[in-house]
């Protein structure tokens, strides 16, 4: 460091920068300086936050920039630039994003004596995340998960999908190792706008388990479902090193409660063993139906909660490729496109309806993603390099509680939303053959533009432009048989709504597979805003997608370490108290 240079870890945030898409590596050091109006040798770092893709006009393609520049400024210097720019919101001091425990270590007992463990449930990304911090912050966790470790896991859900193996109730794309998003696009980004401390500890801990360093740059990463499965293995070993335990094959079947306070002591497990807990993190995703069924019987605030359900789309990824990308489309580095539909329903009867494109999974696969015997169930998706041939994605319905009420057992069951999904899993289980393939129908017959009696036909009809990737396989079915009338009407509304935003969406070979009922968990429980302690049984954390608190990878990640912490604050006051 020259004399009179501030130290270069002080740096500042240049969002925002854009260049053309096929521009040189050295443009961008050359595109700071102009930007900035410093000369080059100010300049002594480059580094990248973020990129992502400008393709609102396809003719003109740029690339975007978030970048952290060290620049040779004195203090004075550096204040003089932030002057200059005071009124541009895209130069700013790189804001701190690290991420900090909220307590050091378990607090040690007076009695020398070992206070119970926390126990966590469910080895999904809230789950593991929960118990990588609780163990980063020295409390030992024990991690409980039904399913298998991922490799035998894989092999059974592989299995089944080539049509190797049965249905395993216990083994499949939404239990074991791993969780719902083990075989998945593993898209890594949020709906919401999470504090960026979480997200960055997220992705730092994703990378030091296995995951490319691409994810921590990109603006839309995802890792790929062969890529996930190592991730999650790492991530194991790292709570094991730490000290805390992971047991698969341990089903929670009950709670065990004080009786006057109601107050969690420990955990039933289905093979009969008890154990004791200083706080229990249930994280045990949207499709733990039975799991539900105890919670409910044990008096845990449970409420109903509305979600979305429909079928899954499939076109030529190159399609989607040229309506986004335009003449840059197969440009390296643009890579398969996504997108992402709205369509607010205008059709009598069908007002305050709505249809969105859901998980969208460029260059993947459609699978069978049950949990039930008996059921039909999709969801998609890729490998990392996403070079299958199809696009695919949900095109789902919301359903309020008001379309719920009729399945349930009373007008306030919390658990209608399960049988709602389960009645028309079941349709599709049936449509598919009652074979676990499942029902497939192309876009003219389901729009009724060929003849009624064509439309069971139509999945093989198109099949030589679009072969449908859904494994164990498909069966021609009229699919209008397999959602609720409302849900079909939507859809057949949507799609020439949707046709006009990519020419070819609706054409009459798309194919749709179904059903989609696993978009988001059909109850929530109720937990104090800033605790997140059940509302009505403390020492129970309800945390992640199946309490109704995430939806998708990141948001059931970031759930667990918020849960982490506030179980980290209950057991150090507990033992301080
Ligand atoms: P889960 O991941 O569902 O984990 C819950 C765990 O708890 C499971 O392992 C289950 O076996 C275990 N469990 C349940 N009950 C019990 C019990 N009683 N005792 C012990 N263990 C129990 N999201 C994205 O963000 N990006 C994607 O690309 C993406 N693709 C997906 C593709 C597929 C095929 C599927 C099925 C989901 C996908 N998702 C994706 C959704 C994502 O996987 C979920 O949002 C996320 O996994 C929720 O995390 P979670 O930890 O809350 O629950």
Known sequence: LQQGIR?????????????????????????????????????????????????RRAARISLVYSLDLVLELDAAGEQRLLRRFAGDPHLRPTPDTVYRHVVDGPPHSATGAEPPRPIVVGAGPCGYFAALLLAQMGFRPLLLERGKDVRRRSADTFGFWRGQQPFNPESNAQFGEGGAGTFSDGKLYSQVSEPKAYVRKVLEELVAAGANAEILTLHRPHIGTFKLATVVRGLRRRIEELGGEVRFGSLLDGLELDPASRAVRGVHLADGTTLEAGAVVLAIGHSARDTFAMLQSAGVALEAKPFAIGLRIEHPQPLIDRARWGPAAGHPRLGPAEYKLVHHCAGPGLEGRSVYSFCMCPGGLVVGAASEPGGVVTNGMSQHSRNER?????????????????????????????????HWEQRAFVAGGGTYEAPAQQVAAFLGRTPPGAASGGATEGQASITPSYQPGVRPADLRTC??????????????????????????????????????????????????????????????????????????????????????????ACSKG
Not at 492 to 520: C, H, K, N
């Open 390 to 422: 199809n696009a695919n994605s949900g095109l789902v319905v919301p359903v309020s509680l008001d379309d719920l009420r009729p399945y349930g057992r009373d007008r306030d069951d919390p658990l209608a939303g399960i049988a709602f999904q389960r």
């Open 7 to 55: 130290d270069p870890r002080t740096v500042l945030r240049l969002s925002e920068l854009k260049l053309p898409l096929d521009h040189q590596e050295a443009d961008l050091a050359a595109a700071v300086c102009r930007r900035l109006r410093i000369p080059p040798e100010q300049l002594r770092e480059v580094r990248l936050v973020k990129r992502s893709v400008d393709a």
């Open 483 to 572: 959602l609720p009338s409302y849900v079909v009407a939507a859809l057949q509304e949507a799609l020439p709504a949707f046709e006009r935003r990519i020419p070819g969406f609706a054409m009459d070979e798309a194919l749709l597979t179904g059903v989609e009922t696993r978009t988001s968990s059909p109850v929530r429980l109720p937990r104090h805003s800033e605790t997140l302690v059940s509302r009505n049984t403390p020492g129970l954390y309800p945390a992640g997608e199946g309490a109704g608190y995430a939806g998708g990878i990141l948001s059931a990640a970031i759930d667990g370490i918020k849960v982490a912490e506030q179980v980290a604050l209950a057991l150090s």
